[in-house]
């Protein structure tokens, strides 16, 4: 009895990335681009879950478990290179570094 | 399975097409790691979980993250508010050739890869050759072999096929040397760099390691 | 154990519900700080209410055990990349286009 819901689920996570991948080739800035990654990574979490309980093997849920830790020092990464432009600013304290990204 | 399947496949394709035609770097960096997301989910419904694994954590994580400290290194032009601009990176097309002809070349190969699928047993089929000829004699060799080893995947991994993982663990050292060769600061040159700070007109890619790696020198020569 | 079958199937579609209204907020609003709010609000909610939905479907303590540290993942981590998110726009200089601004430039016909 489970299947429908599940089957409904997974085809709803499936529009949504979609849509969120529509965003990420459309947005102008490249923050809209972000936004769009993380959602993306967030949705494909859910989907892993789905997938292991469709799949009746229940062991694969360490994966979800790794990408959504994977998605968040991703973004936060992507982040902190887009406003400092390197590793280098982390380190130089009194050096605010170059504060351009890929803004366009 | 196959309403999962389906669409998965379709954006694997959409976010390959957008990877080729984008022309901001920061966003192609971005849908690889889309596209590597996906196909993590790909390997998962295909039961491999141990190369989706290593699919995350090194195409979503790893292989993002020094592809934007690649394009850090790159000097920025600072011109109409900075950022990078698409005139750095338009590669020229070389004069003469058309799109066509690498059209037809890629598409005859991929068709002829194709074709040489088809002859391959189907998928899990249990009188494959890779499931005849070494598995049984392995099994069964691998206690008296190994010396009362009972891991027979290890046995196969290090003594069986040994080759193998010599070819891959050279593999691997090549790839850490090739990302220290990114990630490393000049701190052999940070003289010659400030040196070349005042005489060069580059771009600000290197200024930021230079002041960073000078500041930090002094800071510590002076404690 | 039919209330729990329907509960897990009230959390699934509303969970889902969710997640395909925040994909038309992401895709639809008009600029970068709306759509951040559409975006990050729902991803939060949708997640949490499918991950929920799975957790009154799962048979054993270990997947539920798994399922409910994927939750808490997800409801730590993902405001707060939202917050990461919104203060890098605003610290690089962008800002949300609010609705005084358009009516004042149409008042004073600038």
């Given amino acids: 009895m489970m299947h429908p819901a599940m089957s409904i689920t997974a085809v709803a996570i499936l529009i949504t990335m979609s849509l969120a991948m529509i965003r990420a080739m459309l947005g102008p800035t490249v923050f809209d681009r972000v936004l769009a990654l993380n959602m993306f990574g967030t949705k494909t979490v859910l989907l892993i879950c789905l997938v292991c309980f469709m799949m009746d ?48 | 399975m196959e309403i999962i399947v389906i669409p998965i496949l379709a ?51 790893i292989a993002t993250i020094l592809m934007l400290a690649t394009l850090s290194l790159v000097p920025k032009n600072k011109h109409k508010g900075g ?127 230079a002041v960073a790696t000078t500041s930090k020198n002094s800071e510590e020569a002076a404690s | 154990m039919i209330v729990v079958e329907v509960l897990a199937w009230i959390c699934l579609v509303a969970g889902s519900f969710f997640s395909i209204v925040g994909g038309f907020g992401i895709v639809r609003m008009p600029e970068f700080f709306s759509r951040m709010h559409a975006g990050g609000i729902t991803d939060t909610l949708g997640a949490g209410l499918v991950v929920l939905g799975l957790l009154f479907h799962s048979d054993g303590v270990l997947p539920a055990i798994k399922l409910l540290m994927i939750l808490f993942f997800l409801l730590v981590t993902s405001p707060t990349a939202c917050h990461a998110l919104a203060k890098s726009a605003l610290s690089q200089g962008m800002r949300p286009e609010l609705e005084n601004d358009a009516v004042k430039s149409k008042a004073t016909g600038s």
Avoid at chain 2, 34 to 44: C, E, K, P, Q, T
Avoid at chain 2, 151 to 168: F, H, I, K
């Fill in chain 1, 57 to 104: 093997r229940t062991d694969f849920l360490d994966l979800a478990l790794l990408y959504s830790l994977i998605n968040f020092i991703g973004m936060v990464a992507l982040l902190r290179f887009s406003q400092y432009g390197g590793f280098d600013a982390i380190d130089a304290s009194s050096d605010e570094g170059s504060t351009t990204g890929g803004t366009s």
């Fill in chain 2, 83 to 209: 950022g990078i601009q698409n005139s750095d990176f338009e590669t020229k097309r070389l004069r003469g050739r058309s799109v066509v002809g690498s059209l037809i070349v890629a598409l005859g190969t991929g068709a002829m890869l194709v074709y040489g699928t088809l002859d391959m047993p189907h998928f899990g089929d249990s009188h494959a050759p890779i499931q005849e000829y070494p598995r049984p004699s392995f099994v069964e060799r691998s206690q008296g072999d190994m010396h009362g080893l009972p891991n027979v995947v290890t046995a196969v991994l290090a003594s069986y096929r040994g080759y193998d993982t010599l070819g891959e663990t050279a593999v691997i050292f090549t790839a850490g040397i090739a990302v220290l060769l990114i990630l490393r600061r000049n701190t052999d040159d940070n003289d010659r760099d400030a040196n070349l700070e005042t005489t060069s007109s580059n771009g600000g890619g290197s200024k930021p390691i």
């Fill in chain 2, 11 to 61: 954006l694997l394709a959409v976010t390959a097409v957008t990877i080729a035609r984008i022309r901001n770097l920061w966003a192609a960096v971005m849908f690889t790691g889309i596209y590597s997301f996906l196909s993590a989910s790909w390997m998962l419904i295909l039961d491999a979980p141990d190369v989706a694994f290593t699919e995350a954590a090194v195409g979503a994580g």
